[in-house]
């Protein structure tokens, strides 16, 4: 009970370094790496505050390391997360999807099935199926197929199929944006990162484990 006790004080501690550590790597866009010194001496502190004198020793030392741990780790990946939601927050999440985008994708579907049936597609000079994204980029047969499939579909139908596309765009935003999260915060480690997280833990097992007189 106690090991919990002093888990819980050392992230109190900690947490008090990691706050200045999102606040700088947020607003200054920097790491400062002595910060996470900083942190394992709080986590110490808080360590040593809630246990008492005779029971400093190994055991309290460690809950100081892993409280300081935890925190230099999640103060890092919470400043990489609102670096990135502010970047994605410049992409528009609220749009509509039209009719022609539906076309759009019904008109990729006739061009697959025209081209492996051998029939001949086409298209305006310089355009494929890659770059065609409206109906000028497409040939004027295969855009009237695509229109004629689309609105042979039943009008109730066809607005549960505009609902699911945009469903579906938000939801490959939003795992874009973890992605993206996940690959920077792992792009955030280099080897002086070693050293600071190194200086952190040994200076939170010091101080949280070693009794005053030591």
Excluded: C
Excluded at 32 to 60: F, K, N, P, Q, T
Excluded at 102 to 112: L, R, W, Y
Excluded at 192 to 208: C, I, M, S, Y
Aim: aromatic residues 12%; hydrophobic residues 50%; glycine residues 10%.
């Amino acid at each position: 009970m106690s090991f919990l006790k002093w888990l819980a004080a050392g992230f109190i501690g900690a947490a008090i370094g990691g706050a200045v550590w999102v606040g700088v790597g947020y607003f200054a866009e920097a790491e400062v790496g002595y910060i996470a010194w900083g942190i394992g001496l709080l986590a110490g502190i808080g360590v040593r505050v809630a246990a008492d004198e005779d029971d400093l020793g190994m055991m309290s030392g460690f809950a100081a390391i892993i409280s300081a741990s935890a925190v230099i780790f999640l103060s890092k990946y919470l400043v990489v997360s609102m670096l990135v939601n502010d970047a994605m927050g410049e992409i528009p999440t609220d749009f509509e999807v039209t009719p022609n985008d539906m076309i759009v994708g019904i008109a990729d579907e006739v061009v697959t099935e025209w081209e492996t049936a051998g029939k001949p597609v086409n298209w305006p000079p310089g355009m494929t199926i890659d770059e065609a994204s409206e109906e000028v980029h497409y040939p004027k047969d295969v855009w009237a197929e695509a229109s004629n499939r689309w609105n042979e579909i039943p009008p109730e139908e066809q607005r549960n199929q505009m609902n699911e596309r945009k469903e579906a765009q938000q939801q490959f935003i939003e795992g874009l944006s973890e992605t993206i999260k996940e690959q920077a915060f792992e792009e955030s480690f280099n080897g002086f990162d070693l050293l600071w997280f190194g200086l952190a833990a040994l200076t939170a097992f010091r101080v949280g484990g070693s009794a005053l007189d030591d």
